[in-house]
């Protein structure tokens, strides 16, 4: 059972499911996309995941795709001795995701994550499986304890509402999707759909993967007057509370400088104020007709 969290950290609640208790996720976990492909020392890629789960960004994610299962191992590798402290999210490719397939594409990850359960395992993108086939998987493994939950990643709204139509649907806990402050096409309707089903949003390249939003003089602007940095800016602003005061967004950056790991961590703690919102909603405006869902 993954530590609870202290009580100040700004959270997302994951709903309960007919086996687990609702869950709450700190607002800002970590990513893990291009670890493991030695583009960093492999020791800096672990430290990094190691010391965000010491500020609390105790969600990890990673999917079998990622470095070919090399991700899964840093990931691993950091959890050793402390997988109890984190939510720890893997994914399944749309190949892999068939009745037994996906049985076994999980045991692979768990072999190469060094635990025997995860906590969420989602369906990497919508592929040509039938989904009846993934959710009987995905159902087997909960009963056998290997994952806790499930969910999917790059479903829109035409997605979810198949997903919604087969048996245990329902059940899915998070959509992982592409959103940052230069990219809110699930705004127009994929947000709103999950929102009044109360189903979380995972929001993957939330720093737009170092993009020209961090160069944007409003956002350097508003990062100047609040003393932080432009990537603390679309973070907060990525998991920016609803006008009723939830939150449903948990943004998973990828962060292997120690710099950047803590401002990721810092970034939990910073609200925006309506006026910055305003000008960030100017210099950023949400689609008024839906686009297709964006992608990496
Ligand atoms: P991000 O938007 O998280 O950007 C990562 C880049 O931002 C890295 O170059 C990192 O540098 C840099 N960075 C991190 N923190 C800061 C900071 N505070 N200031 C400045 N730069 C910073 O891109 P990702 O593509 O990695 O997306 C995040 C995660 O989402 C992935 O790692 C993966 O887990 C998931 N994902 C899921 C997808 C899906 O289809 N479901 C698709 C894509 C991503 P450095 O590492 O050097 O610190």
Redesign the pocket.
């Known amino acids: 059972m993954v530590k609870s969290l202290s009580p100040d950290t700004p959270s997302v609640t994951l709903s309960a499911t007919a086996r687990e208790p609702t869950v709450a996720l700190p607002a800002i976990g970590q990513?893990?996309?291009?670890?493991g492909e030695n583009r960093?020392p492999r020791r800096d890629e672990v430290h990094?995941l190691q010391h965000g789960l010491d500020l609390g960004m105790t969600l990890i994610?990673?999917?079998e795709m990622?470095a070919d299962g090399g991700a899964e191992e840093i990931v691993g590798e950091a959890l050793r001795g402390r997988r109890d402290e984190a939510f720890l999210v893997s994914?399944v490719y749309p190949w892999n995701a068939g009745r037994q397939d996906a049985i076994a594409a999980c045991e692979r990850s768990l072999q190469r994550l060094g635990t025997d359960y995860l906590d969420l395992y989602?369906l990497?993108?919508p592929g040509s499986v039938p989904l009846e086939e993934t959710l009987e998987a995905f159902e087997y493994l909960q009963a056998q304890g290997k994952i806790r939950r499930y969910g999917v990643?790059?479903f829109d709204v035409d997605d979810m509402q198949s997903l919604h139509a087969v048996p245990g649907g329902d059940a899915c806990s998070v959509n992982?999707?592409?959103y940052?402050l230069g990219s809110r096409g699930i705004e127009h309707s994929l947000l709103p759909w999950q929102r009044d089903h109360g189903l979380p949003t995972m929001a993957?390249?939330?720093?737009?993967?170092?993009g020209r939003e961090?160069k944007h003089p409003e956002v350097r602007a508003i990062a100047d007057a609040f003393g932080v940095?432009?990537?603390?800016v679309l973070?907060a602003w990525a998991t920016r509370p609803t006008s009723d005061g939830q939150r449903d967004v948990i943004a998973?950056?990828?962060?292997?400088?120690p710099?950047?790991?803590e401002?990721?961590a810092a970034?939990m703690r910073l609200t925006l104020d309506d006026a910055s919102l305003a000008r960030l909603e100017a210099a950023f405006p949400a689609p008024a007709r839906k686009p297709p869902l964006d992608?990496?």
């Open positions: 990513g893990s996309w291009h670890m960093a990094a994610d990673t999917a990622y994914k989602l990497h993108w990643s790059n992982q999707v592409l940052h993957y390249c939330p720093l737009a993967q170092g961090l940095s432009p990537a603390q973070l998973i950056p990828k962060a292997v400088q710099a950047h790991v401002a990721n970034a992608i990496v």
